[in-house]
């Protein structure tokens, strides 16, 4: 019988540790197997480097990982094979979703922003979440699991703050914000100091950062870029400033509203009140607009949800027909063609704010225009 | 004749647990002695297939462990437990209707000795 010195059986533990037998519990296993096959099969005089090779090798097909691989797979919970596809059909969904949704959205066809949230829901709330709880049991390390949580929750982040800013939800700045510095500031220094501490995974480790830094700083970028200068905001305020000013000078040289002008501008300040709340939190624009940077987004929703707005706009209607029908020349009618109030109600939420408060600012400047036209003729 | 892995893939739990059963309590290497034994060196457990299993075994709750160290090596002795049993049982009963089976399906005549 073949005695097998303290040497050796270092050796041998060594040896399958190295070829990737990493559960403990099944290195004392395999250790005392293969000393066991050496002790009963090879003769007193016989040669250990020889015979060692010789017994591991049957232990395998094409490597000794198999075994630990094996008995991951078999201790891995149950359900792990539902999960899993669960995670890949999900994942599937999420991207079919994606393509959809921003085809649609490049055509302008109904269907875009439910098919994108749907993506990102699924995305945000099935796929990473059965990512991580699938990749967290494969991960050997806490600080592996770590960044694998971490990568998750910024993916999350990631994916709600586009959500966000898609649907105009308020706190999407924020949100982004604080997707970016997770993401630069905890994600990246987590992931590059775990794996560059490794010596298999530190290229892939600096290759990998160099391109989420990049990435990230790209995608910041190209963010900034789109946001244009707010030309149309002033154009707008240049309007109303405008409007504001022969409104002052017609009070200067005499008041010569009559009440049909009153309701009309009534309900014009009212409908610009409401719609420029929204945007500013504030219902009129102040004089000293320019300095404040005051910016109005483009939004297609103009009808905010009470219908506040919708009889304000009625009233808008009946007032400027009744104004029309009193006028003796064309000249002086408020032209309602190509504005507000020849959009039809179920169209309204198609006009974008800008359109609805340059109309009514138009509609006011006829109004101003008219009643400028006798003063200017007296002179 | 040596039977081939995928045969032996869906017996292999029975055949741990029987002769776990049978033996009370054995280590690894001693399973693989056994198994060579009693079927005239027919069926080789691998190392591959035996220690996943025993140690998913394990997992489930079927079997104890103890250590016992050798020297510089520790040796761990597996044994039934409660559950473990009545596990054993049944596997063997399902095995045996499961064989019963496949003589009718497959039209195997008993061999005359």
Not at chain 1, 154 to 166: D, E, Q
Request: net charge neutral; charged share 20%.
């Amino acid at each position: 019988m073949y005695t097998i010195t303290d040497e050796q059986i270092d050796f041998i533990l060594a040896d399958i540790k190295k070829n990737g037998i990493d559960t403990e519990d099944l290195q004392l296993n395999l250790l005392d197997h293969i000393c066991c096959i050496l002790e009963h099969e090879v003769s007193s005089d016989g040669d250990f480097d020889a015979s060692y090779k010789r017994v591991v090798r049957q232990f395998y097909k094409r490597e000794l990982s198999e075994i630990e691989e094996e008995t991951k797979q078999l201790l891995q919970f149950k359900n792990y094979y539902a999960m899993k596809r669960l995670m890949l059909i999900s994942g599937a969904i999420s991207a079919a979703a994606f393509i959809g949704g921003s085809i649609l959205k490049i055509m302008a066809w109904p269907g875009a922003s439910a098919l994108l949230f749907l993506g990102v829901v699924i995305l945000s709330f099935l796929f990473l979440p059965l990512l991580v709880l699938l990749k967290t049991r494969e991960a050997d390390t806490r600080r592996n699991k770590l960044v694998l949580i971490l990568g998750a929750v910024v993916g999350i982040l990631y994916s709600m703050s586009t959500l966000f800013a898609m649907m105009h939800w308020p706190g999407a700045t924020s949100l982004w914000l604080t997707t970016v510095i997770m993401s630069i500031g905890v994600l990246v220094p987590t992931y590059f100091f775990t794996g560059i501490r490794q010596p298999e995974t530190k290229v892939n480790t600096i290759v990998t950062t160099i391109l989420l830094v990049s990435a990230t700083g790209l995608l910041f970028t190209m963010l900034r870029i789109r946001q244009p200068l707010p030309l149309q905001t002033y154009n707008y305020i240049k309007n109303e400033q405008l409007l504001k000013k022969m409104q002052r000078n017609l009070n200067n040289v005499g008041d010569t509203n009559n009440k049909l002008v009153a309701d009309i501008n009534t309900a014009c300040d009212s409908l610009k009140g409401i719609i420029l709340n929204r945007d500013i939190a504030r219902t009129t624009i102040p004089d000293d607009a320019e300095q404040k940077e005051i910016i109005i987004a483009e939004r297609n929703v103009f009808m905010p949800e009470t219908s506040e707005a919708f009889a304000l706009l009625e009233k808008l209607r009946v007032a400027v027909s009744a104004y029309n029908a009193a006028q003796t020349t064309n000249d002086n009618k408020i032209s309602t063609a190509h504005t507000v109030l020849e959009i039809a109600p179920d169209k309204l939420n198609t006009c974008t704010n800008f359109f609805v408060l340059n109309s009514l600012t138009q509609m006011q400047l006829s109004l101003v225009s008219n009643a400028q036209h006798p003063v200017l003729t007296m002179k | 004749m040596i039977f081939s892995t995928e045969l032996l893939k869906g017996t292999l739990k029975t055949i741990v647990l029987k002769l776990l059963d049978d033996n009370k309590r054995m280590y690894g290497y001693e399973i693989t002695q056994k198994v060579k034994d009693l079927t005239a060196d027919r069926i080789q457990l691998t190392e591959g297939s035996l220690y996943p299993t025993l140690h998913a075994l394990e997992a489930e709750g079927l079997l104890t462990t103890e250590l016992e160290y050798i020297g510089k090596r520790v040796r761990k002795y597996y044994s039934l437990s409660q559950t473990g049993k009545t596990k054993s049982a049944e596997k063997v009963n399902e095995l045996a209707a499961f064989m019963e089976t496949m003589t009718i399906l497959l039209d195997i005549k008993p061999k005359i000795a």
